[in-house]
């Protein structure tokens, strides 16, 4: 009797004892019939305070041509060009990556051209911030604000998620408020859409509007995947087709901004395309993801570290690369002299080739040597010409008609797509010359006398 | 002493018990928590399982991409132009693919890619523009198919991932809720439908609804978008997997989905028709219009007649009897029980088979 006494006290003693954690675990109720329903508040309460609003103001510059029919009206003397000075104001959201010192990350569309930069933190404070630097061709800008008491969004290594993994979006729509949509990820290494120079989007349908750019993108944990971006938008608003930038690159090029002001591309030296079907159909390939190298430019780092025409690069860094456009913009923004290593086939072997990524030299010239008439324009090499990035007013080149964001794709009657090209072809020509230009999608010509 | 032996009683069981606990926790520390951890918790510690990546892994290659290219009539020797976009899901694994109808209906070529790269030219098997579904057929080795399960019929609430190619920027997979299940009348009169608020555009016809196992529960279409072709609203539509299977099968066998007609037009009875033709309830279909050519004129029907029975069974509303008619093979001698002029009268029709009206 006793014994079965003891040993039943014993039994409710090791129940209530046992009880103890069972009961702390379940501290979140969490079920509708049985059923655990998940809710996102607790992550959202701790990540919410990291993405704040990014409001902008500036003036925006348009020049217009001044119409022939007032230069008959005014005479020769007449300006070339009318200059319209207006005001605008942005909106748009941000990411606090480092709390300490108060870096914040953004879309350089967001800031870009603005003359004032006001934050608005998820307490209600508004700080003014500083541009740190800023890269257009991938649309990452890094700014910085003095503040103490800031939360900073917790990172993760963003080459780990998976089609299919739930993705949230935290911004400022419409600058209506913070606002939350979650989704999933419908896509990763998304390219070719032509929205930014380099593109290597995480994808999702998650609701992103206007006023979302520059916002987070984080998975369950609260940890930022991405920077949202862009949208495919045929009226306008959210049609579930959403992209964000990969923390992972977000990362490189705010690193390189840290350290140098602005964003040192690496430069591989070579060309290339997707590998597809038929590629891998000739080359007796099992595998039809990778970049497909055409060609290596000589003394480049590629050639420096024995890559061949030929080779078909399957990863980088240990993750596989899908498409040569990814692999373009993932080199592009490690930043000059990273190490990496690829993995490739050739002639039907795996090998492994490591790398330094090489500098970019922007080829920029002082466009009045390279013809009288043009001097005045800074001239840039860019994918489809050369562009000219800057005119002064009243130069021989703003006199012969040449605007700024001109791209020039022909001299006579042969295609020039560089500034050496360009230059080559300009010394035989002494006389008249007639520049083919791109303006606004629209062909033309120019002649230089 | 009984102080004593209550003493020592107390000691033991306590001494016990704390072993006893002891050993407990011990033995629930070393094994997993399974019990313990449920839902949300894994969303704290590390969320590998709150992802749809299993299910996309078992689906999406079997999702392809359709390209329908016309050639210009004026210009035969151009080079062929992109007409069509959409998508295809590869359903066995002798190649046959189900899509949209209206996604191939004026190609002249149709060329599916695969996601692994590969790239067919195909035919068309058959295509049923009443359910606005086309199967075709490619012929190739080690064919990724998508797994279903046709008597698992989709509900309201299920959380389902769409698979397409929008706006051909590649494969994409997104995610919603079943918002609607039925049978109700869209662009054909009899149509089973899916509503969904997964973001389904423009490119994602033909594509797959699935569920959270990867399997296929209907073929998205979005021809039939609320408020345009634009999308985004969070209501688009997708044909259930039975139906799609079942015109499947009729298109491989038949190339065509036969189907009966009557030749008549009807209305639903209402309470004032219910009035006026003196009818004892409100069941059965008023005949409101006679194909001269059809098998109901040649059986004799009229309008304002009210067919209450359709091969001895009652006739409830339009869509059933329309529905019904439809399944009855042609040539076969059915006999309709009418209402006319009060009177309950029976006829003898012999169903033909449905044209179809070109586009």
Redesign the interface.
């Known amino acids: 009797m006793k014994t079965k006494l003891s040993l039943l006290s014993a039994a409710l003693l090791t129940a209530s004892l046992s009880l103890y954690p069972a009961v702390s675990q379940a501290a979140i109720p969490q079920a509708v019939e049985g059923q655990a329903v998940p809710s996102l508040a607790p992550m959202l309460e701790r990540t919410t305070p990291a993405v704040v609003s990014v409001a902008v103001s500036g003036t925006q510059v348009s020049k217009q041509r001044v119409p022939d029919v007032f230069r008959y009206f005014f005479g020769p003397n007449a300006p070339q060009e009318q200059v319209q000075e207006r005001p605008f104001r942005g909106l748009g959201s941000g990411v606090i990556i480092d709390a300490d010192k108060g870096y914040i990350v953004t879309n350089n569309h967001v800031i870009n051209g603005a003359d004032d930069i006001q934050i608005g933190l998820h307490d209600g404070r508004e700080i003014k911030a500083k541009l740190i630097g800023a890269d257009k061709e991938s649309d990452i800008a890094l700014l910085q604000i003095d503040a103490k008491n800031l939360t900073e969004i917790n990172q993760t290594d963003s080459d780990n998620i998976r089609v299919g993994d739930f993705a949230v979006a935290i911004g400022n729509p419409f600058g209506l408020g913070q606002t939350v949509t979650s989704g999933i990820v419908s896509a990763l290494g998304r390219s070719g859409l032509g929205i930014e120079m380099l593109e290597n989007f995480i994808q999702t349908d998650a609701a992103i509007n206007s006023g979302n750019s520059g916002g987070a993108l984080v998975n369950l944990n609260g940890e930022l995947i991405g920077i949202n971006t862009a949208i495919v938008a045929p009226n306008g608003g959210n049609v579930g087709i959403g992209f964000a930038i990969p923390a992972n690159m977000v990362h490189n090029l705010v690193d390189q901004i840290i350290e140098h002001g602005e964003v040192r591309r690496g430069v591989l030296g070579v060309s290339g395309r997707d590998l597809d079907n038929e590629l891998a159909k000739a080359f007796g390939l099992d595998t039809q993801h990778g970049g497909f190298v055409n060609e290596v430019m000589p003394k480049s780092a590629a050639d420096k570290a024995g890559l061949k025409a030929g080779d078909i690069i399957v990863s980088l860094n240990g993750r596989s690369i899908k498409s040569f456009q990814e692999l373009r913009a993932k080199v592009a923004t490690m930043g000059a002299g990273a190490k990496v290593e690829f993995g490739i086939i050739r002639d039907g072997d795996k090998k492994t080739i490591k790398a330094t990524l090489g500098e970019a030299d922007k080829v920029e010239a002082e466009a009045g040597n390279v013809h009288p008439m043009l001097q005045g324009a800074t001239l840039e090499d860019n994918k489809k010409g050369i562009e000219i990035t800057e005119i002064a007013q009243g130069s021989p080149a703003a006199m012969s008609g040449l605007q700024k964001g001109d791209l020039i794709v022909g001299l006579n009657r042969t295609k020039i797509s560089s500034l050496k090209a360009l230059k080559e072809a300009l010394e035989d020509q002494q006389s008249s010359v007639a520049l083919k230009i791109l303006r606004d999608n629209n062909l033309l010509y120019l002649v230089l006398r | 002493m009984n102080l004593k032996d209550t003493c020592i009683?107390i000691v033991?069981?306590?001494v016990?018990?704390?072993i006893?606990?002891a050993i407990?926790?011990v033995i629930?520390s070393i094994l997993p928590?399974h019990s313990?951890?449920?839902?949300?918790?894994s969303?704290?510690s590390?969320?590998a399982e709150?992802?749809?990546?299993?299910?996309?892994?078992r689906a999406?290659p079997a999702v392809a991409n359709i390209y329908s290219l016309s050639i210009d009539q004026r210009n035969p020797l151009n080079a062929s132009s992109l007409q069509g976009l959409g998508s295809g899901v590869i359903m066995s694994k002798d190649g046959y693919v189900l899509t949209n109808y209206h996604v191939i209906k004026k190609a002249d070529e149709i060329v599916i890619a695969l996601q692994?790269?590969?790239?067919f030219t195909s035919e068309v098997v058959g295509s049923d523009p009443v359910t606005d579904l086309a199967v075709l057929k490619i012929e190739g080795d080690n064919l990724p198919i998508v797994p279903f399960n046709l008597n698992n019929p989709a509900q309201v609430g299920d959380v389902v991932?769409a698979i397409g190619n929008?706006?051909n920027?590649?494969?994409?997979?997104?995610?919603g809720i079943i918002s609607a299940t039925g049978r109700n009348g869209l662009s054909s009169g009899y149509l089973d439908f899916l509503q969904t608020d997964?973001?389904i555009?423009?490119g994602n016809s033909g594509g797959a609804l699935i569920d959270t196992n990867g399997e296929l529960i209907g073929i998205n279409t979005a021809a039939f978008q609320v408020g345009g072709d634009?999308?985004?609203n969070g209501i688009s539509f997708a044909i259930p997997i039975k139906l799609a299977h079942s015109i499947m099968d009729k298109l491989i066998t038949h190339g065509r989905v036969i189907r009966g007609a009557l030749g008549i037009s009807g209305e639903p009875i209402n309470q004032v028709v219910a009035q006026i033709l003196n009818l004892p309830d409100m069941k059965g279909v008023l005949v409101t219009g006679v194909d001269p050519d059809g098998p109901a004129a040649r059986a004799g029907l009229a309008p304002r007649d009210v067919i209450t029975q359709y091969n001895g069974e009652d006739v409830p509303g339009v869509e059933m009897l329309l529905d019904r008619i439809a399944e009855t093979p042609p040539g076969t001698r059915m006999d309709m029980v009418i209402i006319r002029e009060g009177k309950t009268q029976t006829f003898p029709v012999i169903i033909a088979e449905k044209i179809n009206e070109p586009e």
């Open positions: 009683y033991k069981a306590v016990f018990g704390l006893m606990a407990f926790l629930t928590n313990l951890n449920t839902g949300l918790s969303v704290h590390g969320g709150l992802s749809f990546a299993k299910a996309v892994r999406a692994d790269g590969r790239k991932l929008p706006y920027i590649g494969q994409t997979i997104t995610q997964a973001a555009n423009a634009n999308g985004g």
